[in-house]
C-alpha cells in the first residue's frame, strides 16, 4: 500500500455501469517522509475519507477485495485513514 | 485509476480473436494539474469516449471488469469520460 | 496495452514446461509517437508477429487471456500487429 | 519480491473491516547492494518483523497469498526475514 | 519476461510457511542490449539456475503458474535460462 493525502474528487456521469454510486477521490501520492511525490491516483472511497485527510490505498487487484469494489473496473482503493504515522522513531504524521 | 485524454485510435486487422470488436484509443496520461506527463496506454474503450475527451482508464486485471472486457487480453479500458475534476478547491478540468 | 516494435527473439531450452512451443519474441516499446523509449520486453507471440513489426502488447495477468497462453507462467503476450496508429489527426504509423 | 528495511508502522482505527488486526509495516526499499533507494511501502507484516530488520516483500496479487492476507484489500506482505543476501560472491547482509 | 543474470542468493529461515523449500535467486536485471539497468528482483528458481546465467524471468500474478510456486506468495519467478537472444540480427548473448 502507499500514502497519500485526500486532494479532491472526480465526477463522471458517462460511465462503466459498475462503477455506479462509487465515489472517486483524487489522491496525491506521499513519500516516507510525508513530502509529496508529484504522483496521483483515483481511487475508490471505501471508508468515507474526506479532503485534506491522509490515507492509505491499495492498488491493483487488491483494490478489489473491499465490499464497494467487489468485481468493479477498480485498480485503486482508499481502505484506511490514517492516526498516526512513525519513521526512524519519529512521528511523521499525526491526524 | 488515472486520467487521461483520448488522443488517437489504433487499427489492428490482425489479433488475437478475443479482441475482435473492441474499440482501441490511444490515452495521453494527465498529470494530477492537467498536463500531459509524456506516458500514454492503449486502452479498449468501455464508454463510447471520442478524441480529444477526458477520460478515467483502469489498468491490469481490473481492466477486465467491464462487460465488454471480460475475459480478454486487455490490461487497460477507459471506464469513465470525466465530467469535471476538481483539486485542491479548484475545478482543474470542467467538460 | 503498449505498442513496441519486434527487433528479435530469445532461445531458452531449459525452462518451465509450460513454456515449451511458445515463441519469445523481443519487444522494444514505442512512446506515443513512435519514438523507441528505451525500455522492452520479452512477451510470447500470439499472432505470428514478424521482426520489424509493430504490435500491440499486453502486460501481467491479462497476458494470459489467449489461448497460446492460458495458465502459463508468461506476463507480456503480442496479442495484434498494428495497421495504423494515428494520434492527434495524423497518422504516426502505417504498415 | 523486493528487500527492504522494516523502518516504522502506521496506525489506522478507521479502516475497511477486512484490514482489522493487521500490522502495518513501512518498509524502505533497498537496491541490491543494500543501499536505500528512496522507496518505500507500506506492508502487512505476515511473519512478525521487528523495526530495523531486514525483510523480502512481496507486491500485488501474490501478496495475498499468505495465511494472514488472504481475501484482504492487501497489495503488499512482509513475507521473510533476511538471514543472509549475497551478490557477486561476496555478502552484502548478515543478520 | 524480463531479462537478467543470476548475481546472488536471500537466504531467510524465518519465513511465511509457504515459502518454505523455494531458492531465492538475486537477478540483476538486464537491458536489452544486455547492459545491467541497475533493478534487481528477487525471484524464486523455478528451473535450477545457476550464478551468473542469464535468465528470464516472470512478475505479478503469473509468477505464481509454475509448479513451484503456485498458490504461494510469490511475485517472481525465474522461468528460463536464456541459451541464445537476438537483437536486430545480432546476437547479444550466447551461453
Not at 19 to 25: P, R, S, V
Not at 79 to 85: E, H, K, S
Request: with cysteine; net charge negative.
Amino acid at each position: 500500500m502507499l500514502l497519500g493525502r485526500v486532494t479532491g474528487t472526480v465526477v463522471a456521469s458517462q460511465k462503466e455501469p459498475l462503477m455506479d454510486g462509487l465515489k472517486l477521490l483524487v489522491v496525491r501520492q506521499l513519500g516516507v517522509d510525508s513530502n509529496e511525490t508529484g504522483g496521483y491516483v483515483v481511487a475508490v472511497d471505501a471508508v468515507g475519507a474526506g479532503i485534506g485527510e491522509v490515507v492509505m490505498y491499495a492498488s491493483g487487484s487488491s483494490a478489489r477485495q473491499t465490499q464497494v469494489t467487489q468485481n468493479r473496473p477498480c485498480d485503486a482503493v482508499v481502505m484506511a485513514i490514517v492516526d498516526t504515522w512513525d519513521v526512524d522513531g519519529e512521528t511523521v504524521y499525526e491526524k
